[in-house]
């Protein structure tokens, strides 16, 4: 006899649970449809989705609730799209039956009603930047501006006079770590690391390290950027991520679509009058995104600009947004560039 068995008292409970798990009710496929009468690839937010659900087998349906993922649930057949996220989300409906609560879902794909604007560029000053600084992250803090460089063994952060090209303080990281984005909220610099799943905090006066924070679901540390409340967090696919500044938690993302066409390799970002400013590893663009719905209302052409630096190899590409908040001016640069750019940009 085994040395643990079921004392007899205790067999009969456990068999009448087990067959009452057995005895579980139809899933909620078998007994309603849930269906999408103007069934399209894709939308966007000027559509409205119109919808049914149909009981089956006799199946009486009380009532239904509709709602986009997570969203606010209404009773109405046709939900508008207006405000959206772009890219996959799903239809929820809320069936009420027999005073029993069923769910079914539907994919949609979400995407932008426009095509974004294109812009131009003028350079208006050049100035000297180190060309061994593998940029990462770029940001101003009042008149300073501060730089992140990767590479094993190279990484930095680093304090610099942008006028110039000096650098004012420097903080070196450990050899295993590879420097990514950087920015600066609440007297504080936080720095990501590529792929070691590890960001890094700093007092902004002495670049001293204060802390540290692991990542959650995103996949790698790509940029960052800062609206004032929130971050905003890049892991080089078409996800931006919105990190709680307190916990650095990743509460929810946007994807980034420009019309019909997912935009991944999204690198360093900057926040730039209400709106998320993207380079895209390895394009000569950066794109304007809408933090709130990821739709790419704006592309900057930047091509040529790279003509304008030392060359060196294809992985010196452009990679550096910082606002100094001036309107309609931006201060680009790339990996390995031995230039920073002052630019205006114009619309095309």
């Known amino acids: 006899m085994p040395k643990y068995f079921l004392k007899p008292c205790c067999f009969l409970p456990m068999?009448?649970?087990?067959?009452?798990?057995?005895?579980?009710?139809?899933?909620?496929?078998?007994?309603?449809?849930?269906?999408?009468?103007?069934?399209?690839?894709?939308?966007?937010?000027?559509?409205?989705?119109?919808?049914?659900?149909?009981?089956?087998?006799?199946?009486e349906v009380e009532s239904v609730a509709y709602s986009i993922d997570n969203g606010e649930r209404v009773s109405e057949n046709v939900i508008s799209l207006e405000g959206q996220k772009m890219g996959n989300r799903t239809l929820h409906a809320y069936i009420v039956s027999e005073g029993k609560t069923y769910e079914l879902s539907k994919p949609i794909l979400i995407i932008p009603s426009k095509n974004p604007t294109i812009y131009t560029y003028k350079i208006l000053e050049t100035y000297h930047h180190d060309i061994k600084a593998y940029t990462q992250g770029l940001e101003f803090f009042k008149d300073t501006l501060y730089e992140s460089t990767g590479q094993y063994a190279h990484s930095s952060l680093r304090k610099t006079n942008y006028k110039t090209g000096e650098v004012l303080q420097k903080f070196d990281l450990a050899?295993?770590?590879?420097?990514?984005?950087?920015?600066?909220?609440?007297?504080q610099i936080y720095q990501l690391t590529w792929r070691e799943k590890t960001g890094f905090i700093y007092n902004l006066s002495n670049l001293e390290k204060t802390g540290s924070f692991a990542y959650g679901q995103s996949k790698e540390g790509w940029g960052l950027c800062n609206d004032g409340k929130k971050i905003y967090k890049s892991d080089g696919t078409q996800k931006i991520w919105v990190l709680n500044p307190e916990t650095l938690a990743e509460e929810d993302f946007i994807e980034i679509f420009a019309h019909k066409l997912v935009i991944d390799n999204v690198n360093e970002l900057e926040w730039v009058d209400g709106k998320i400013y993207a380079n895209i590893y390895q394009k000569d663009a950066i794109a304007i995104v809408n933090p709130h719905d990821g739709a790419v209302e704006g592309v900057i052409d930047l091509k040529g600009l790279q003509d304008q630096v030392t060359q060196h190899t294809a992985l010196d590409v452009l990679n550096g947004i910082a606002y100094h908040g001036e309107p309609n001016m931006l201060y680009v640069t790339g990996k390995n560039?031995?230039?920073?750019?002052?630019?205006?940009v114009i619309k095309k």
Do not use: P, R
């Open 337 to 344: 560039w031995d230039k920073l750019f002052k630019i205006e």
């Open 15 to 59: 068999f009448l649970f087990i067959m009452g798990c057995g005895d579980s009710e139809q899933n909620a496929t078998d007994l309603f449809s849930l269906e999408i009468k103007n069934v399209q690839k894709t939308y966007n937010q000027d559509d409205a989705v119109s919808v049914e659900v149909i009981g089956k087998k006799g199946k």
């Open 175 to 187: 050899g295993h770590y590879f420097g990514e984005g950087i920015t600066i909220l609440n007297d």
